[in-house]
């Protein structure tokens, strides 16, 4: 007897489907698994006959051949389950074959029978969709995350014998024995814009110049630097940052869960990411941690930060080879993992805010307390590289707080709120500008995108190349100055660059501390 059965399985962030083929023929005893499969792909084999058992479904004394289609895919780290179950119990004639025409089966089975969750289920659903198959079988505890993909029926089932149950029922009958899943995802969406910041801006006395660059990072999307001594509020503020930023649209989120499914950091109740991730690793982090990797590749930190936050405090404890690896995904905005398997690509767009003192000590230039030289200060800042530094698009001072701020009145300091409202209202002349062009903030302009949309005036041209040849700033940097010009002039209400937004931008890209201790 022989039956198919499709199921899902993930590479990278996207997914594809498997064609799980099963045989029941007589002969000896024997079970075999085929389609270049790892070892820890086989043992399903042995987790299947044992949950059989364990439901009340012996399996036979035959031979059973179970076939993994496309055979020329390498199949590492995928769950094939309760696929090879379902397709033992239509060769066992307990199921029917044309039961699962347009049906995805995907899953785990434990010893005892029980189905349990699988990482990427999200990714699998929207492929099933895609190639218009009709009803996808899922574990109960992946129902939710399933069901936010419209379009496609998703049933959630405990046991083995509960998807007996429900596909042996009548097909008019079947959803009344397990209703299928449903998600309203526009209440998702307007209950977590009820919720407010974490960390609020008004939380931080003073520091001023500092919040006006963090506005201008979350408006634009642009890469800051915080440099200061310790105790300043630089985490603090970094941590306002999500709560400043534009809400995610439902196409990011749909990205950024697709990450954290694949991750299987989808947590119980929580079917979509809703607010932009803000990840502060520490500088202990391993380089496959930070950027993913490993023997089955998994999404590193970079990759769960996308379209959010990535905090690195301290940055030159990173060390310069951790931080050299963020080269590549701030320009490319995605990271590309490649083993014997195959290349693995995940998103990486996010906004990388990195903190750090002034010197060792973190006191200078107070040579009351700072005892470093300027060659320590200079080895410590030589820790990041120069092309690193040159993707920053802001770097900013933090100075100590001042007396008047901190013992001042309360609700003098603005709110995260009342500076969102100045980021949205940038975001929607951005969204204005780059409607039907695929760009989104305007650090996503390559330099095609800048003669377009940041055209200049005859006194701005001449301002920016003044100070490209005094300063003898990189390409790079002279795309970065006109990107971030453009954000200022946005939040100003304006269409045109002028002079001012320039030299504001061009100074924001200045460091007295990297150039002093240097």
């Known amino acids: 007897m022989y039956s198919t059965v499709m199921t899902g399985a993930v590479h990278g962030v996207s997914s594809y489907l498997l064609r799980v083929e099963t045989n029941i023929s007589n002969g000896l005893p024997a079970f075999s698994m085929v389609g270049f499969m790892s070892s820890e792909v086989r043992e399903a084999g042995e987790r299947v006959r044992v949950a059989l058992k364990n439901a009340g479904i012996p399996l036979p004394a035959s031979r059973i051949t179970v076939n993994l289609a496309p055979a020329d895919i390498p199949k590492r780290g995928i769950v094939i389950d309760l696929p090879v179950a379902v397709g033992e119990l239509i060769c066992m004639e307990m199921l029917r074959q044309e039961d699962f025409e347009d049906v995805l089966v995907a899953g785990e089975l434990g010893l005892n029978g029980e189905i349990r969750p699988v990482r990427g289920v999200l990714p699998i659903v929207q492929m099933a969709k895609q190639l218009d198959m009709s009803l996808c079988i899922l574990p109960r505890e992946n129902l939710e995350e399933g069901a936010v993909v419209e379009g496609i029926q998703v049933v959630g089932v405990r046991s083995l014998n509960e998807l007996i149950m429900y596909m042996s029922a009548p097909p008019g009958d079947r959803n009344r024995l397990i209703p299928p899943g449903e998600m309203d995802v526009e209440a998702l969406f307007e209950e977590e814009a009820a919720q407010s910041a974490e960390v609020d801006m008004a939380d931080v ?131 590309t993992i490649v083993r014997q398997s195959g290349s693995y690509r995940y998103p990486s767009r996010f906004i990388l805010l990195g903190a750090c003192n002034p010197c060792p000590c973190g006191h200078f230039p107070d040579r009351n307390k700072c005892r470093c030289t300027p060659w320590e200060i200079k080895r410590y800042f030589g820790r990041i590289s120069g092309p690193l530094l040159d993707r920053m698009d802001l770097c900013i001072s933090v100075p100590r707080a001042k007396i008047e701020d901190l013992q001042g009145p309360s609700g003098k300091e603005e709110t995260s709120s009342a500076v969102r409202s100045r980021v949205m209202a940038a975001c929607e002349r951005q969204n204005h500008r780059f409607r039907g062009t695929g760009l989104r903030f305007n650090s996503d302009m390559r330099a095609p995108d800048l003669e377009k949309y940041c055209r200049l005036g005859p006194r701005e041209q001449g301002c920016i190349r003044d100070l490209f040849e005094r300063s003898g700033m990189s390409v790079r940097a002279y795309h970065r100055t006109i990107r971030v010009a453009r954000t200022i002039a946005d939040l100003d209400g304006q269409e045109e660059i002028r002079e001012d937004h320039i030299y504001m931008a061009y100074t924001y890209r200045q460091s007295n501390e990297l150039k002093g201790g240097g």
Do not use: W
Request: a negative charge; charged letters at 20%.
């Open 205 to 335: 006395r003073g520091q001023s110049a500092a919040k006006k660059a963090l506005e201008i990072a979350a408006a634009g999307f642009h890469n800051m630097m915080m440099i200061g001594p310790p105790g300043t509020g630089k985490s603090m503020l970094a941590k306002c940052v999500p709560g400043i930023m534009p809400p995610l649209s439902f196409d990011e989120s749909m990205e950024v869960s697709a990450v954290y499914s694949v991750a299987g950091m989808l947590g119980k109740g929580e079917p979509l990411v809703l607010r932009r991730p803000f990840l502060e690793p520490h500088h202990s982090i391993t380089r496959a941690a930070l950027v993913g990797g490993g023997m089955i590749p998994m999404p590193g930190q970079i990759s769960l930060a996308h379209r959010g936050v990535l905090f690195l405090d301290e940055l030159p404890e990173f060390g310069r080879e951790q931080l050299d690896l963020l080269r590549q995904p701030l320009e490319d905005h995605e990271v």
